[in-house]
T-cell receptor
Framework: GEDVEQSLFLSVREGDSSVINCTYT??????LYWYKQEPGAGLQLLTY?????DMKQDQRLTVLLNKKDKHLSLRIADTQTGDSAIYFC???????????FGKGTRLHILP | EAQVTQNPRYLITVTGKKLTVTCSQN?????MSWYRQDPGLGLRQIYY???????DKGDVPEGYKVSRKEKRNFPLILESPSPNQTSLYFC?????????????FGPGTRLTVT
């Protein structure tokens, strides 16, 4: 079945780059997403990538997609305290276009 | 302002007492869904609706009901809540089931069943 996996925690020093990794199982996924959840709030779409792309850059965010290995990553350059949140990887999968979420990676910023 | 609202935001109730969590969106979205978020389990879809009067089970529908009588509203009903339904619930809506139909999430409802 469809599954999305990501590590649960990541600690990064302020100013460094953060790289959050994700693997998925559905090779027919057409869209892959990164959502951000700040404390006490709902999820907010950060960025997405279409499956025929290898990379997408949006200001401090870079998404890399390795379709062969079914691996997706989110790089946040110059990590700031406001980036502290849970980041969810998600894929659009299956015949019914269901969005499958990973369990989320909690990003902790060290001073 | 485009938004998804949920009420109540916090609820403490007792086992067996029926409750409803309301969800409303003002974006004329066709697709709405309910998720529950539990530590270590991430987001799991409970029910979803592709349009008015069309609802389908998600991954964890047991113990829940939904209805979609109007496009903007998608209430979640717990007929007989149990402690294992203590969780953080999110309603979401989008213009499509996936693709570029970005899902907009409500602020969440934290439910405790004692």
């Amino acid at each position: 079945g469809e599954d999305v996996e990501q590590s649960l925690f990541l600690s990064v020093r302020e100013g460094d780059s953060s790289v959050i990794n994700c693997t998925y199982t559905d090779s027919s996924s057409t869209y892959l997403y990164w959502y951000k959840q700040e404390p006490g709030a709902g999820l907010q779409l950060l960025t997405y990538i279409f499956s025929n792309m290898d990379m997408k850059q949006d200001q401090r965010l870079t998404v890399l997609l390795n379709k062969k290995d079914k691996h997706l990553s989110l790089r946040i350059a110059d990590t700031q305290t406001g980036d502290s949140a849970i980041y969810f990887c998600a894929e659009l999968a299956g015949e019914d276009d269901k969005i499958i979420f990973g369990k989320g990676t909690r990003l902790h910023i060290l001073p | 302002e485009a938004q998804v609202t949920q009420n109540p935001r916090y609820l403490i109730t007792v086992t067996g007492k029926k409750l409803t969590v309301t969800c409303s969106q003002n974006m004329n979205h066709e697709y709405m869904s309910w998720y529950r978020q539990d530590p270590g389990l991430g987001l799991r879809q409970i029910y979803y609706s592709m349009n008015v009067e069309v609802t389908d089970k998600g991954d964890v529908p047991e113990g829940y009901k939904v209805s979609r009588k109007e496009k903007r509203n998608f209430p979640l009903i717990l007929e007989s809540p149990s402690p294992n339904q203590t969780s953080l619930y999110f309603c979401a809506s989008s213009s499509g089931a996936g693709g570029l139909g970005e899902q907009y999430f409500g602020p969440g409802t934290r439910l405790t069943v004692t």
